[in-house]
């Protein structure tokens, strides 16, 4: 059972491109969720997703961030205009339905030049 | 408004030493108590988790200590090994999906 992949594992961007960042859950997860961790910094939480459903996204800045996680293909976490503040590791993690763990992807690492 | 706290930031043991990292929770709607194991440049990695109806849980050289009136919970490293340098979290979880982590504890064990 293959666990979460997340790509690109690193990414660079520009300043005011678009980042889009995929997570393919564990087999039999539905559920997803997204954080972000600066150098040397706990995981921040940012949106947790069902199939076709955002459930919180308490976490996520009000603009130029969105997720999605469609019927069928990987979640998408996409960063509008990007600045340089936005660089950082972004993690996705998945669980089952009705999990008490997360099981985390590898992360991929947005550079913002 | 930190659900799950943690301590201490950084924690520095002597190999052979005993490594203890705390967290505190408020919420009495936590059902799961997870802790997670990351090393730099890598996700977070699940290490072991107990349930609050239990006070100890131990798998090799880990043992989670469990104290729900007191609302705590610790990790305890028997025998610290250089490879067990990394960061800790302690996280929670409630019936509605969510997960809660603390701010992590950097851990380095000396030789």
């Known amino acids: 059972n293959a666990g979460v992949m997340q790509n690109p594992r690193h990414l660079v961007r520009r300043r005011g491109q678009e980042a889009r960042l995929r997570c393919s859950p564990m087999k039999g997860h539905s559920h997803v969720y997204w954080y972000r961790q600066l150098p040397e910094e706990g995981l921040k939480f940012m949106v947790y997703?069902?199939?076709?459903?955002?459930?919180?996204e308490s976490g996520m800045p009000k603009e130029r961030f969105s997720a999605e996680f469609p019927k069928e293909g990987p979640s998408i976490l996409r960063i509008q205009q990007v600045v340089r503040g936005d660089s950082a590791a972004y993690f996705c993690a998945s669980s089952p339905p009705g999990g008490r763990e997360q099981y985390f992807g590898p992360g991929t690492r947005l550079t913002v030049t | 408004q930190q659900q799950v706290k943690q301590s201490p930031q950084s924690l520095i043991v002597q190999k052979g030493g005993i490594s203890i990292i705390n967290c505190a929770y408020e919420n009495t709607a936590f059902d799961y108590f997870p802790w997670y194991q990351q090393f730099p440049g890598k996700g977070p990695a699940l290490l072991i988790a107990i349930r609050p109806d239990v006070s100890e849980k131990k798998e090799g050289r880990f043992t989670i200590s469990f104290n729900k009136s007191a609302k705590q919970f610790s990790l305890h490293i028997m025998d610290s090994q250089p490879g067990d340098s990394a960061t800790y979290f302690c996280?929670?979880?409630?019936?509605?999906?969510?997960?809660?982590f603390g701010t992590g504890t950097s851990l380095t064990v000396i030789p």
């Open positions: 997703l069902q199939k076709e459903n955002i459930i919180d």
């Open positions: 996280a929670a979880w409630r019936i509605s999906n969510q997960f809660y």
